[in-house]
């Protein structure tokens, strides 16, 4: 099976059994790989679609293969004894939906603060039908300056796929459409979920 190789600035997790693992699964699972990972310490990593819990298994997955150490957002319900364990070990950031802060600012001041970041977001930020993403991921890479790579999980020829990185000109209307090109024809894990 392809791996796309980490070049030496990408965050790495250097741990082979969890690679085995993954790569195992993807490998039984009739999953590959398709494009590079780009040799970049920072960017905002966005996946999509996200209609199943099935699509968090295969992103473990896919991040065990590749060797990538990445942080994410979930909701706080995740995180509780013992899942929640496992959750911090693979870079879960417990929210609590309910409170409100500026996560954006959080998420900018953390990529500023950091030499090294992978920050993994879901743009529809729920497994329903969504007709608008949120924009979050967007203002956090404009904020930060670093790169966005759109990643999709193509359930029709069982492919994770990588975009080419994007920078962004802090024009979401004009952004945010070309991003989402990268996406159309890209099969759900329930199609009837995912609307671009």
Do not use: C
């Not at 070990?89 to 802060?101: F, K, M, P, S, Y």
């Not at 970041?117 to 890479?141: D, H, Q």
């Amino acid at each position: 099976m392809y791996v796309p190789p980490l070049g030496p600035r990408v965050p790495r997790r250097d741990n082979a059994f969890a690679a085995a693992i993954g790569r195992g699964w993807m490998s039984a699972n009739g999953w590959k790989f398709e494009g590079d990972v780009p040799d970049e310490p920072k960017f905002v990593l966005i996946v999509a679609p996200h209609t199943s819990n099935w699509d968090f298994f295969v992103g473990v997955a896919a991040l065990f293969a590749l060797g990538f150490r990445v942080s994410f957002l979930g909701k706080h319900t995740l995180f509780v004894w013992p899942l929640g364990i496992f959750m911090r070990w693979l870079g879960g950031i417990a929210v609590q939906r309910a409170e409100r802060r500026d996560r954006v600012a959080e998420s900018v001041a953390a990529f500023k603060s950091n030499d090294k970041l992978i920050l993994a977001i879901a743009p529809e930020g729920t497994r329903k039908l969504v007709t608008k993403w949120k924009s979050g991921f967007y203002y956090v890479a404009d904020g930060a300056g670093v790169p966005i790579l759109p990643v999709a999980f193509d359930y029709g020829s069982k492919t994770v796929r990588f975009g080419v990185p994007f920078r962004t000109t802090g024009n979401i209307d004009v952004d945010l459409p070309e991003l989402k090109k990268f996406f159309v024809g890209v099969v759900a894990r329930h199609p009837e979920n995912f609307q671009l």
